[in-house]
């Protein structure tokens, strides 16, 4: 007679799979390791180049960053995502990050600016107008080109800052180089017409719109005014996908001005693992069986 086959009880490593590679997927990883997340993290990037920063996350052992590789579908009832060149990955919690993107083409000169699209930009803001004040001697004079949301919140930093800023919703044709030696200040903008504002150093906070098309095309419930509609966990309207950064949108905002990245994904990572420790049931698994 033969003794019955015993019995071990493993649990499968939960798969996260994280579709893009900015500021906020960053930081998630981060927050996952941090809290010894012990399945895999799966990072799709849709940039051909490997920065430092991604690079560093790549070589954690749960960590596999795809380079080039942007989702492209999902597959919801399925729980897998096919990449622009058809690779195919089986999730078990899927977060979309995938950011925004400015509406307009870019001003002409604008890499001589500062810039304000969330508020992940009032820290890097804060100290270029630093540097400036201390080169000047004197409070500086800002203009900010810009409407809405992101217009307001970078007014408010410039202000907090001791800047005297001067608003403009006209969007100009040009941004003209500053003699600052401080490099990234500009002096002036000028318009279609040929008018032009002058001052210290332009911040440019214009319109940016949520990258929610992946989202959409899965059928996840989208804001009016664009991003991935989210609850205040960070899950969308499918059951295993969530949301952070700046294609997200909570009661109708885009997440980025509401939430700085890192605090947004500490807090989304706490969701993760709950939800990750909650559905993860022991299956038994036949062991090897020796003759008795």
Request: glycine share 10%; with cysteine.
């Amino acid at each position: 007679m033969s003794a019955p086959a015993p019995t071990t009880t493993t649990t499968a490593a939960p798969r996260i799979v994280i579709a893009g590679a900015g500021p906020a997927a960053q930081a998630l990883v981060r927050q996952l390791d941090l809290a010894r997340f012990a399945g895999t993290i799966t990072v799709l990037s849709s940039r051909d180049d490997a920065p430092e920063d991604l690079l560093e996350l790549a070589l954690l052992p749960q960590v596999s960053v795809r380079f080039g590789q942007p989702a492209s579908h999902i597959d919801a009832a399925h729980r897998t995502v096919t990449t622009a060149d058809g690779m195919e990955f089986a999730y078990d919690h899927l977060v979309i990050a995938t950011g925004s993107a400015p509406v307009a083409a870019p001003v002409e000169g604008a890499e001589q600016c500062l810039s304000y699209s969330t508020i992940d930009d009032a820290a890097p803001i804060a100290e270029a107008v630093g540097a400036v004040t201390r080169e000047l001697g004197r409070r500086p004079l800002g203009i900010l080109v810009g409407t809405g949301a992101a217009a307001g919140q970078a007014e408010a930093v410039l202000r907090a800052r001791g800047v005297r800023p001067v608003r403009t919703t006209a969007r100009p044709a040009a941004v003209v180089p500053g003699t600052s030696a401080f490099g990234l200040a500009a002096s002036a903008v000028i318009f279609e017409d040929g008018s032009s504002m002058s001052g210290d150093l332009v911040v440019l906070a214009e319109d940016r719109v949520a990258l929610d098309g992946l989202a959409a095309g899965a059928g996840l419930r989208t804001a009016a005014s664009g991003g991935i509609v989210i609850s205040q966990d960070f899950r969308t309207s499918v059951p295993g996908i969530w949301a952070i950064g700046d294609a997200a949108a909570f009661d109708g905002v885009r997440l980025g001005l509401l939430v700085a990245a890192a605090s947004a994904a500490g807090a989304c990572a706490t969701q993760l693992l709950t939800a990750v420790a909650d559905a993860a049931p022991a299956v038994a698994a036949p062991a090897l069986q020796a003759a008795a």
